[in-house]
T-cell receptor, first 115, second 114 residues
Framework: NAGVTQTPKFRILKIGQSMTLQCTQD?????MYWYRQDPGMGLKLIYY???????DKGEVPNGYNVSRSTTEDFPLRLELAAPSQTSVYFC??????????????FGEGSWLTVV | AQTVTQSQPEMSVQEAETVTLSCTYD???????LFWYKQPPSRQMILVIR??????QNATENRFSVNFQKAAKSFSLKISDSQLGDAAMYFC???????????FGAGTILRVKS
């Protein structure tokens, strides 16, 4: 009963370093999302994917890249970490389009600090 | 662009009492969905309740109910018989009917006093 799993849960990066946040879901969901949550703010959509091989930008894509080579996995890559990317990152998934009333399942979040 | 506003950064309620969290939104769409999510200290986002804009009847889930005022673009969450486990950050969220993107408010921290 894993649902959406994110790793790592916590990470400290130095400015300019790169890293990948991993996200995997075992529900055979087509749609996957990456959100970031800044302190005292709601979630902002970074990227999303409607299926393997297809990705699209959300509200705040700058500084990030994604790939979707399999249905299960949707990694988020930070190429040159900046302090502005200090945030909590959430991966999420749905079976189909949100517009069809599908429930969105969130992972537990990944805390990233860039110093 | 759609926006969601939660004007109460923090609320407190006594255990067993009732509390109402406010949410307003701005949209030019006529059909959409509204949600309340709970985010406990574990940070996982949990769906509390959902309302379809085309439904006049307010949604209810056990101790949680909403007051949906479409004309006023208001979507408040009422928690009855508050429990210590209700303490969390609560987010109001919106999405258009044909959309695939949730728009979140800034959240309201709910504290429950014993």
């Amino acid at each position: 009963n894993a649902g959406v799993t994110q790793t790592p849960k916590f990470r400290i990066l130095k400015i300019g370093q790169s890293m990948t946040l991993q996200c995997t879901q075992d529900m055979n969901h087509n749609y996957m999302y990456w959100y970031r949550q800044d302190p005292g703010m709601g979630l902002k959509l970074i990227y999303y994917s409607v299926g393997a091989g297809i990705t699209d930008k959300g509200e705040v894509p700058n500084g990030y890249n994604v790939s979707r080579s399999t249905t299960e996995d949707f990694p988020l890559r930070l190429e040159l970490a900046a302090p502005s990317q200090t945030s909590v990152y959430f991966c999420a998934s749905t079976m189909g389009r949100l517009s069809s009333g599908n429930t969105i399942y969130f992972g537990e979040g990944s805390w990233l600090t860039v110093v | 662009a759609q926006t969601v506003t939660q004007s109460q950064p923090e609320m407190s309620v006594q255990e067993a009492e009732t509390v109402t969290l406010s949410c307003t939104y701005d949209t030019s769409e006529s059909d959409y969905y509204l949600f309340w999510y709970k985010q406990p200290p574990s940070r996982q986002m949990i769906l509390v309740i959902r309302q379809e804009a085309y439904k006049q009847q307010n949604a209810t889930e056990n101790r949680f109910s909403v007051n949906f005022q479409k004309a006023a673009k208001s979507f408040s969450l009422k928690i009855s018989d508050s429990q210590l486990g209700d303490a969390a950050m609560y987010f109001c969220a919106y999405r258009i009917l044909s959309g695939n993107k949730l728009v979140f408010g800034a959240g309201t921290i709910l504290r429950v006093k014993s």
